[in-house]
Structures are given as C-alpha cells and as structure tokens.
C-alpha cells in the first residue's frame, strides 16, 4: 500500500522498486515499437492496396483517433479500479489490435487494419496514461525525473526496435513501376499484392502474443498500490469552463495538438520523400533514413536533459522549434538529399518537446492538472489531423510541399516556448 502521499513509505527500501520499475519500463519500450511500425505500414499499405497518399495517411489518422477517445475513458477506469488494472487492460487491447492484423491480412481489407491499428491505440492510450504517474513514485521524489528519463530512453529504443522489425520483416524490397505493374496479368497482379499485404502477418502475430503473455506476467506481479492523495478540495467539480481561463493550457494543448502532428507526419512520410525526391531510392533504403531519424530522437534526448542544468527548458524548446522550422521550409525548397539530411536530423531537435510542452501546459492548474492532462493526452489527435492533411497536400499537389505544415507548426511552437507557456489567468 501507498502512503496518503501517493508514495510508497521509504521503509519498502529501493530496492523493492527495481522490479516494478522494469516492469513499467517494459511498457515504455513496447508503445515505442507500436508507433514507429506506422511509418513502415504507409508505404507498405500504400504498395500492397494501391493508396494515394491520402488513404495511406489514414494509419495515422485510426491511430492518433484511439487516444483521443480513450484518453479521458482511461484515466477515468484508472482512477477507480487502479493503474495496475488500466495497465493490463491496456496490454489486451494492444494485443487484440495486433492479433486482428492476421485475419485483416488474410481477407485483404485495408478498413479491418485501420479498425486494427485503433485498437492498438486504445490500448496505448491507457499504457501512456498509467506509466508516468507509476515511475515518478518507484522510488526517491528527489530522482524521479532521472528515472523518467531512463523510461523515455527505453522508448526510443523502442521506437527503433519498431523500424529495425519492420525494415527486415515487412518491407520485401519488390518496387514495381506503374508501367511495370499495367503489364501484368491479373493473376501476378493480385499475387504481388496479397503477398504484399500478407507480410506484416508475421511480425504482428508475434508482436500481439508477447505482449499478451506480458499482460499476464503483469497480472500475476506485485506493483505498489499507488492511490491519488485525496484532499477536501478534489470534491469540486472543475470542469473544461474552467480551464478555458488558463490562456497558457489552451495555448499548450495547440501546440502539442501541432507538434505531435509534426512529429508524425513527418516519420510517416519521410520514406515516400525520400522515394520521390532522389530517384532510385528503394523503401528499404528510406526505412534506414528513418532509423538514423529515431536514433538522432533518442541522442536528443539526453543531449537536452543535459542541456536543462544550464538552461530552461523553455529556452531550449525554442532554439530546438527554430531549427526544425528552418529544417522543415529546407525540406520544401530544397527537394533531395539536403532536405531529407534535414528531415533526418529535425528529429534531434523534437526530442525535449512533447515532455516539455505537456509540462509547462498544466503548470499553476492545481485541482484542475488531472483534467488538464487528460487533454494534453487527447491533443495525440494531431498526429491524426495533420498526417491526413499532408497526405490530401501530397495528392494534390507535391510530397515536398506538404512539409510546410510541419514548418508552421514548429512556428507556433516557438511563439508558445518564447511567450505562450507564460501562466496568465483571464
């Protein structure tokens, strides 16, 4: 049991927290893997039915719509029934979502894995929710953010685990041209393409029975019994009016609304921009660039959490937003090497953004921070929002053009970093 604190009492020694913290570690690790293999299905899914890059785009779209339905829903159950039971059932949902792609594999339907895909990220949804809050208390409250940021570390490894599987695993390397496949028979035709789609058959079954059998080695483990500190003021209702007043929270929400946005789209298509701005340029040889992407993500990360000892973090975030506006706008008016250098590289700079945004977003909310996070957590919906949005830019007009949304979105991020975080009640 906790202490009122929310704490585990310090007799319980730290040692006592080694295991639940790499359990819940374990967690971080596996939702990095879930959203990166996106950045693989959009090509695939895009080869495999025939998407324009709209369609293809969708991934995202399911994908981001499962946290922003389930944000509030999870924090809701957790707060009643506990994180330990929102951490396994998230872990079901994530392993039914992956299991469902087999079936949505074998009767070739692209609407069964975005069905599929929301299911997944449903279940991350209570995963993200759950995590934060249980390692900030598995141990001292003077090293929680050390062992924040050891978790996040995970999840980049994560995240690159998540391409490395989809690299050698998904993507079979097979590229026809349009020519190429209107000379084939309808028989090669749909050969090609049920081949196609039946290669993230494999890899997901087994990504949905690892992570059922973790559900029940969670199940069957002790995690601390970690309850919120209640106080006489946690029996007023603070509802959304409120918050409205707090010009800096609504000014944060839009801004992870259009970061995580920028994030995504991003990854998302940064395989197809390197397909069609250096010609020659095979899937296989785009999902390498987007492994050095998400190792440039996780070397940002400690480079900025070293950098937040001399300076704040809102200076930081915007020198890092300035960076990848400029990134972004050379990725447009510089189609080819140089840009997808640059597209490579804004992801060292997106490192500290999220944590940082979220952070300075809920700061001065008192009673009204549970809430206020719950939508932070739904603001995810962006990655939705703007991947389709390049996708339709795409269509109708150039891949490369489509990256000035990124561009515009790490603008405002850096008005919010320089003035907008600033608590100023209406």
Request: charged share 10%; glycine share 8%; aromatic share 12%.
């Amino acid at each position: 049991m906790t202490t009122p604190a929310s704490r585990p009492s310090t007799a319980q020694a730290a040692g006592s927290f080694l295991i639940p913290l790499i359990l819940v570690t374990s967690l971080f690790f596996m939702w990095g893997v879930a959203n990166t293999l996106n950045g693989i299905l959009i090509p695939q899914f895009q080869k495999s039915f025939s998407l324009t890059n709209f369609q293809s785009g969708l991934v995202q779209s399911a994908f981001n719509l499962g946290y922003f339905l389930l944000a509030l829903p999870a924090a809701r159950i957790m707060k009643r029934f506990g994180y330990k039971t929102g951490i396994i059932i998230g872990l079901v949902l994530y392993a039914l979502g992956a299991l469902l792609f087999f079936p949505a594999a074998e009767i070739r339907v692209y609407g069964l894995f975005l069905m599929a895909l929301f299911v997944i990220a449903s279940g991350l949804a209570f995963l993200e929710t759950a995590a934060n809050p249980f390692v900030t208390v598995l141990g001292p409250a003077e090293t929680s953010e050390k062992r924040l940021n050891l978790s996040q570390a995970f999840n980049s490894l994560g995240a690159i685990m998540g391409i490395v599987i989809g690299r050698f695993f998904i993507l079979s390397g097979v590229e026809y041209t349009p020519q190429q496949i209107a000379a084939m028979s309808a028989d090669q035709l749909q050969a090609f393409y049920t081949a196609e789609t039946k290669a993230v058959q494999t890899p997901y079954l087994v990504l949905g029975i690892v992570v059922a059998l973790w559900a029940v080695f969670i199940l069957f483990s002790k995690l601390p019994d970690i309850k919120e500190e209640a106080d006489a003021s946690s029996q007023h209702q603070h509802g959304f009016k409120n918050l409205l007043g707090h010009q800096h929270f609504v000014a944060g929400v839009v801004a992870l609304f259009l970061y995580v946005g920028a994030q995504v789209g991003t990854w998302s298509y940064l395989i197809n921009y390197a397909k069609h701005t250096i010609p020659g340029t095979s899937e296989l040889a785009g999902a390498d660039y987007l492994t050095v992407s998400l190792i440039c993500l996780m070397l940002g990360r400690f480079s900025s959490t070293f950098m937040m000892k001399y300076f704040r973090p809102n200076r930081i975030m915007a020198l890092f937003a300035a960076a990848n506006a400029l990134l972004a706008l050379i990725a447009v008016v510089m189609p080819g090497i140089i840009g997808l250098y640059g597209l490579v590289v804004s992801s060292f700079f997106m490192s500290l953004m999220f944590p940082t945004i979220f952070a300075l977003s809920i700061k001065g909310l008192g009673n009204d921070t549970k809430i206020g996070s719950s939508i932070l957590i739904m603001a995810i919906v962006g990655g939705a929002v703007i991947t389709a949005l390049m996708g339709l830019i795409s269509d109708l007009s150039s891949i490369t053009v489509a990256f000035l949304l990124p561009a515009v979105s790490y603008l405002y991020i850096l008005w919010f970093a320089i003035k907008g975080f600033a608590p100023k009640h209406a």
